[in-house]
Nanobody, 124 residues
C-alpha cells in the first residue's frame, strides 16, 4: 500500500494562488492516474483534477478549468496542483488520490489510495 502526503494548503484571499503537492511513498510510475479531490462541509467529495501518469493527459472539473493546473514529477514521486484565481467557493479540504486503473478520471470510486488531506481556505 502506498502512503500519500499532501502539503501546501493554507489561507489566501480571493484572486490569490496556492500550490498543493502530493508525495507518494513509492514510485508514481506504478499508478495509472493520480487525482485531486475536494470536500467542503455539507457537500460530497468532488473530483477537481486528474493526470494520467502514462502520457500526462489531464482532466479537470468545469469549475476549475483555466484556473487550476495538475502536473506530475516522476523523479520526485510527486503530483502538484497549481491553483490560481482562487475564489471563496474553492474553500475545501483537498485530497490526493492514486488509482491503479482509472476509467472515469474524476470519480472517487476509481481511486485506491488516499492522502489525509490539506485545508484550503479562500476569503473574500
Amino acid at each position: 500500500q502506498v502512503q500519500l502526503m499532501e502539503s501546501g494548503g493554507g489561507s489566501v484571499q480571493a484572486g490569490g494562488s496556492l500550490r498543493l503537492s502530493c508525495t507518494a511513498s513509492k514510485s508514481i510510475s506504478s499508478a495509472h492516474s493520480m487525482a485531486w479531490f475536494r470536500q467542503s462541509p455539507g457537500k460530497g467529495r468532488e473530483g477537481v483534477a486528474s493526470v494520467y501518469i502514462g502520457d500526462g493527459s489531464t482532466y479537470y472539473a468545469d469549475s476549475v478549468k483555466g484556473r487550476f493546473t495538475v502536473s506530475q514529477d516522476n523523479a520526485k514521486n510527486t503530483v502538484s496542483l497549481q491553483m490560481n484565481s482562487l475564489r471563496p467557493d474553492d474553500t475545501a479540504y483537498y485530497y490526493c488520490a492514486m488509482g491503479r486503473w482509472v476509467a472515469d478520471h474524476l470519480a472517487q470510486g476509481e481511486y485506491n489510495d488516499w492522502g489525509q488531506g490539506t485545508q484550503v481556505t479562500v476569503s473574500s
